[in-house]
């Protein structure tokens, strides 16, 4: 996919988001056209500069001078608005490339998603934004909003007037979407800074807006409705510069192909992007893939790559909107330990079991905290956290209850609940948060439990600015999320390692099988292989007899296992192809000559090189080790506890290659079973250290070695702390070849 | 707990829920008093009977005539409330059982949720109530309210008006929530048929209420919040009768103690029960324990519980009422394949992940369908599964999709999807739904999205009856909870089977460890007990000396197993203490005279009573099997699959004991890596029939042997289908011993 330059897109996407003048091509006077909603919704909606309605048959449209085409207004057009046919929309946007237009937006549908005809005008249509460096936002989307009062720019069909100004950005790629979010959000009452729909995403994409919102003073928080995803190296880059990561790192030699290397953007303060990808389970897929025409890839990648990019990853609106109101209301928090406020136990418990249920602590109050906290509230009142008000606190209580709790250093953040019981000063109460929270430097959400009786305490929350939820539950999962993102800004910053290797060594296997045509490396090319980019390997000998098996298996040292040699087998265990213990050269003669024998009648057709004779590996714990290159997305590394039953239960992680050190250490820790690498029933840790030193290879290797199609280190046996481990059986499987 | 006598339940209830005449003892002037606000919600309510103040100090209160006492007041009284100090509760509630009342809410509060003090009062007034048959709810709640019009009673301090009136029933064991749900609920529209605080649950609990409830006109859904249940098997009983069950079944000789034969609720049409049990965490179940004083049991168990009666297990307020909504106004689903009409491509994706995770399938459309949506759909609307009628469309597509795709027999139930587009007709859509709906025997559920433009059409749902939300996700997982409930209610009915065991047996080994003084089985004894009760077992032998060990394994056949045998050592792995895999009696001499030499050495407190010496079973798959005695909940089923890696995984499910066949068959089932059992990698089915007879087993030897505090099978390898099992090893734990 072609995307605007890198050295255009600040100027081009302020003549999208801040133009002078707006040419509307294709406005209309009838109500029910689009071409009328776009135009009326500009107008209407304050644009502080010139708008001119653009139609061939109109004199004017809502008592604005009409124009028969965009060549002939006598001035100046920075944005052209097109809501032509598809078929006339290339002739259009050339008309206004000729009269100097330094930004489009394409509203008209009748492209990709229709097939392949659409396809193609959609091609040339991007080809020629790009060739001119005109930046196209769409086809086949809603347009853009710009609350900023310097601009005051509805450029959309949305039916709902100018939303609200705020500092949330929404960017979507789904137009109805929009339409949706837009109403839900007048209903909820939230502003937004920008409002992007993206449609095709033929020349602007998610990557330009988001590098834009990375500097935009009016955004502090940015949410994303993607269905696909064409650059994910380029959007964790991005997105991990918009969170703070000022892009200052000493770079390592290695590099993901076609890294853009972008503007310090988010220079100022970290903001917090949150993301849903639709399309997440196999139908979902499909349903998406017959929506866009787009393929995505598969959703543990999407997962991976969110959090490489340090996306907050949801699965619905009013979950983003839920941690959009916290993060764009609060500071975030320094740590894991919340407290809850309450007037009422039940709540409280809901609340609590929220918060562990998402990951956060309870807090453990201070004695001087629960001194002071008896002082003010009645004997039956609770001093642990949850900290009880009681069902007739008024706000004198909670101001009091508030304010030791957040003194109190072992408090990173609050949750103040308050249900609508008969003694309950609601209006009061949400003053009294509302100006505590003003002078807080840790966050506190409100919980007001309700709707109708709670309705002027929430307006008065809203005028503080206090992020507020009708249920517990919600509060807890916003709170949590902030916290988590407050952990992923002052995460340890690590770097891509360069291993010294041996390149020339895994070149020499590659052209050896290319000359072959092979698809398949044999074990030995393999283990060479690996050997090469320092994985550790078990001694092993290729034999073609039995006599020779036994005298290797003699230099080698017992016990040995037996494996047939074959690239045309591919899972030995599956066919019988392995013998393991062997502990004598009469042993090793005997089942070498019925290994050779058995699988040359099973597999008649299999090439069969021989038997490997390696040493067997003394007792350690499975995990697996993998890359597989996605078609769309290029090399993922995969890492996983080994085992039948870890395999039934799916227990992998992925990540994008390259990794940087953390991003090993994160892998290793985020599978269910870790404790198992941990120690279970007095065992000692695993060494973890040489897991995350063979991960980062393997990243090096799937970065180095493009000619690898599929790499499996299965099992990788690793032993206790300090002392390694060692691959005991891999398979690498090769692009383009066989 | 003290219960209300079953005879007394429903008269008792009615004087609550439909008294004649009430007297609101402790109704007071002062508009800021509980007292007053009980009162004056009655009165303003339109009470249909009569109701009397009574304040010794008053008058009159609003008008109505106050009496000094309950037993001045002329009339009959059936239903007393309570709003006076608890010191002076008990003697006002013994002069309303001389003045007569049927039944009192004792909404006053410090009773046990204040400490030990509060708790004597409350067990008096429990005591009384229960000695006099007078039913009482409460202390410490916010009342009754029963929107029925020929009752219409608010005998609560609520500070809302009266309620709408709905087929929904709430039960909650917190007052304060009680206040946010009915204020959530005006917000929301939605309506109620009985609303009641149930506070400490002295005497009438959520058992009574529920029968109450099961058989309650008015009542087609009920809804709970829980803090803590104690009488776990007679809930099972009444929920699974509410949800249909009419009782009829043949009864099994062994019952679960204290279970009360209700009579037939729920006879006219199975109403589904949904209740949050808040304390899932260990946090929260702290915090519960602080604020009610009781001790709720672990969180797995009521998991157990709520599986085995029915109950629609949920997290969120929000959650509870979203799967209200669907079953007070849809009709269930008769299978699992949904369905979805949308116009936005996003959200019908959204909405298809979301039917996915929550256990939906995405119905195939059948030809026939597909032919008519192409009739009435543009040539670029997907009439695939979700069906998308595009942006543009307006009523006559969305009538001509639903009734396409509601008349196709591959289609269980359905979501129709409407995003505000520039041309969508939202009044007339809604009307057309509502319209389809009504005449539909399948579930139909809207997800109108957004809030303000989409409010008319709301209401039009709302006047049809149509279950609406917000967003796919909400809809999509009430449609789910549906398919679920309506997967129990059909579910196949079993019995609890009766196996011929040898009762004499097991009581004569219990009899041995008692008069020994001894907690623990010896190895022998578990298994002969096992054995007794029909689990197959392993041939073995306890020998005293190495000769004995090998006389014994020539005896049994080779390969043979040793394992030290004492009372004092339970985890045999873990101390050295098994060998496997002997061959011959020469190395069964050898090992015996280690294992007891070692071990005697190593711990030397350990009485050891010689090595054991079993055959070697042939390879299964290793699963667990168990008994636990809840202090609580009494004997609780444990399943899981067995080894190290599954164990750290936490795979493991529980029941109440008994169970029925088909409590064993979920208990299988529900396990994460079922697929184990099932066969991964070419491997054959395991025996599930005979994994099934086991639990049945365990369940009757968990019901009829109380003096188990723990049993644990572990491992039990079950082999392939049609071989069996066998268990490997197994600990037995006695009470009140040791």
Redesign the interface.
Known sequence: MNTVSDASVKNSLDAIFQPKSIAVVGASRRE?A?GY?VFKNILMGGFQGIVYPVNPKAESILGVRCYPSVLEIPNEVELAILIVPAQAAVQTFRECIEKGVKGAVVISAGFK??GAEGALLEKEIACLSLEKGIPLVGPNCLGVINTDAAVAMNAS????SMPKAGNIAFI??????C??????A???NIGFSKFISMGNKANVTELEFLEYLGRDEQTDVILM?L?DLSHPRELIEICRKISGDAGQHKRAAIQPPKVKQSRAVGAGHPKPVLA?K???????AK??S???GSLAGSDEVYTAIFAQAGILRV????ELFDYAKAFSGCRLPSGNRMAIVT????????A??????YGLE?ASLSDKTRAELKKYLPP?A?T?N?V?VI?DAQHERYEAALKAVLKDKQVDGLIVIL??????DIEEIAEVIGKIVSKSKKPVLACF??????SKGVAILEKWKVPHY?????AARALAGMARYAAWISRPRTECKQFAVDQEKAQSVFQKAELEKRKVLTDFETMGLLAAYGFPALAMELCKTPEQAAAAAERIGYPVALKINSPDILHKI?VGGVRLNLDSSKEVFKQAGDLLARIGKKMPQAKILGVTVQKMSSKGREVILGIKRDPQFGPILMFG?G???????K?VTFRLAPIRQLGAYNMIHSI??Y??LEG???EKPADLGKLEECLERLSQLAMECPEIEELDINPFLVYEKGRGGVVLDARILLRNAG
Chains 1, 2 share one sequence.
């Open positions: 029910e689009v909603a998603e229709i069909f949305a039916r709902c979507s790629q789904s137009g109805a979407l339409t949706a979010v837009l109403d839900y007048k209903g909820v409705y269905e849903i639709s399309g997440r389970t196999l139908q979902g349903a998406a017959s929506h866009t699965d619905s609106v009013d007037n009422a136990g039940g709540p409280g418990i809901m609590t079991d929220a918060c562990v249920r309870m039956t609770s642990m949850p009880d069902g249900t609508p019981q008969a003694m309950t439990m309700g709707i109708v009786d709670v009708r249920f517990p539950e919600s599956d506890l085992g039948t039953y870890v395999e039934v239960m227990d269910k079973g404790k198992i279970v029933r007095g």
